[in-house]
Every structure is written in structure tokens, then in C-alpha cells.
């Protein structure tokens, strides 16, 4: 599965797959130790453990001496296409709605929250604009590709 994540290097993408015990995180490899600590092998071949800690939509990682600060971009968090919908990343509840018709947002600022697979997704403003659409409203079941709310972005 393909995961994006905003560093402060920029974007990134990872591809995630699971091989019986092993993480495969793009070129890399993780496994998951008896006593709970996280084994990294790079693809160069440099091993050692890493600590991990998420805090909301952050992950903290701290690797050789270094802390990485990931934070993941949600799927349904972009526009889509030219109607300037977000969709849902996949099928879910609505469990609150953030926003209303006619509101400015920020970029990055939550607008919806799902509920799916027993997990919240956040629903993000992928710029600054205003909330021109709402669809869905707190409860109510929504289809992955669903359009959750439209806005229209602020001219640069």
C-alpha cells in the first residue's frame, strides 16, 4: 500500500507490504523484535533499532541518532479532479463534520473526521479556500470516492 508523508524535506512516498514477519518500507525492512523494539535494516545495509511515537497524525522516529518527524497525508485529504471535491479515502461514518458552507479554511485544516476500520481519518483542506459543498452530514455512512464536502481554492 502506498503511504505519503509530509517531512520537513518535503513530501515523501513510502510503499508499505507485509511478508509474514517482515515490514517491507520501500527498499528498507523492519521487523518487530520479541521484546517490542523496532529492527531496521536500510537497503545499504546499516541495522540497528528505532524508537517510534505517534502523537495525533505524527509520527516521531528516532533512528541512529536522528528524530524524522512524518506526518501522514491522508488519501482523501487532495482535490479531486476539477470539481474540487474530497473524497473519501474509503468507506466509512462520518462521525463530525468541522466545517460549514461559506467558511474559509487554512490549508491543512481538518474538515471532516471518518470513522473506518475501527481508525478516524482526517479529512484536510489541501490549501486555503472556502467550504462551497457539504454532502454528508455526523452519522451517516459514506462509500469509498464518495465527495465528503467541495471548496473552492484561494487564488495564490
Known sequence: MLHQFRTAEGDVEVTVAKQGDVWQLGQHQATVEDDGRLSIRLANGTKGYATTAKVGDVW??????HTFCLE???????????????????????????????????GGQTLMVLEAMK??????????????????????????????????????
Not at 482523501?76 to 461559506?102: H, I, N, T
Not at 459514506?142 to 467541495?150: A, F, I, N
Open 60 to 65: 516521531w522516529v528516532h533512528f541512529q541518532g
Open 119 to 156: 481508525m478516524e481519518h482526517r479529512i484536510l483542506a489541501s490549501n486555503a479556500g472556502q467550504i462551497t459543498g457539504i454532502h454528508f452530514s455526523a452519522g451517516e455512512q459514506v462509500q469509498q470516492g464518495s465527495v465528503l464536502l467541495e471548496m473552492v481554492e484561494d487564488e495564490a
Open 72 to 106: 501522514r497525508i491522508e488519501p482523501g485529504a487532495s482535490q479531486s479532479g476539477d470539481e474540487g471535491g474530497l473524497v473519501a479515502p474509503m468507506p466509512g461514518k462520518v462521525l463530525e463534520v468541522l466545517v460549514d458552507v461559506g467558511q474559509s479554511v487554512e
